[in-house]
């Protein structure tokens, strides 16, 4: 399984400021994906990152709030902007397996805006 | 609408004692189950997915079409298997629904 780093693991965050979460991949993927984890809730999708083009948001997501970049195939951030004490969530990074459709996790990020 | 349900946020059983977390989802179509594990202070990952049919560290999972249920079970629980797990499906394309999760703590 691919070995996925995230940076920040974790930071405090003063509203309406933005903050970049990095997630670096040891091997070159094909897919890979932001999730939102807010306290007590289960894991959303917020987008696909898509190497050399605009990430695909789901529903209720925007590119203006979280900008998504994937410059290559083994490294995206995610911004989260102009942050309100709402978007205090774990952050995570995943990749789809070679095979199947098993993904993996990062360690997260964990983001509180006060 | 899609979506997985786990019932229960904690689930306490005793060393020993079989375990069984629920999991039931709503979809149209045929998805594929997983169920995901997150122990202490370490990452989200993979425990058993259902076209595998196979056993993880004892436990075992069943997709049962006609109650949409994918129930995780293990014959008798183990301290290490504390720990909190995602019940998720997609359609095939990566994208995954996660259940709320339900934390195990097996007591000694």
């Known amino acids: 399984s691919a070995v996925i780093s995230q940076k920040p693991s974790r930071d405090i965050c003063q509203r309406g400021t933005s903050l970049t979460i990095q997630c670096q991949v040891d091997s070159q993927v094909t897919m890979m994906f932001w999730y939102r984890q807010q306290p007590g809730q289960s894991l959303t999708l917020i987008a696909t990152a898509n190497q050399g083009s605009e990430a695909t948001y789901e529903s209720g997501f925007v590119i203006d709030k979280f900008p998504i970049s994937r410059p290559n195939l083994t490294f995206s951030t995610l911004t989260v902007s102009n942050m309100s004490p709402e978007d205090s969530s774990i952050y995570l990074c995943s990749v789809g397996a070679s095979a199947g459709n098993t993904i993996y996790f990062g360690e997260g990020s964990w983001l509180t805006v006060v | 609408a899609q979506r997985v349900t786990q019932p229960e946020k904690l689930l306490s059983v005793f060393k020993g004692a079989p375990v069984e977390l629920k999991c039931n989802y709503s979809?149209?179509?045929?998805?594929?189950l997983f169920w995901y594990v997150q122990y202490s202070r370490q990452r989200l990952q993979l425990l058993l997915r259902?076209?595998s049919r196979e056993s993880i560290k004892g436990f075992t999972a069943d997709l049962n079409k006609g109650e949409t249920s994918f129930h995780l079970k293990k014959p008798f629980a183990q301290e290490e298997d504390s720990a909190m797990y995602y019940c998720?499906?997609?359609?095939?394309?990566?994208?995954?629904?996660f259940g709320t999760g339900t934390r195990l703590k097996v007591l000694a």
């Open positions: 998720a499906l997609t359609s095939g394309t990566y994208k995954y629904i």
């Open positions: 979809y149209s179509g045929s998805p594929e």
């Open positions: 259902h076209i």
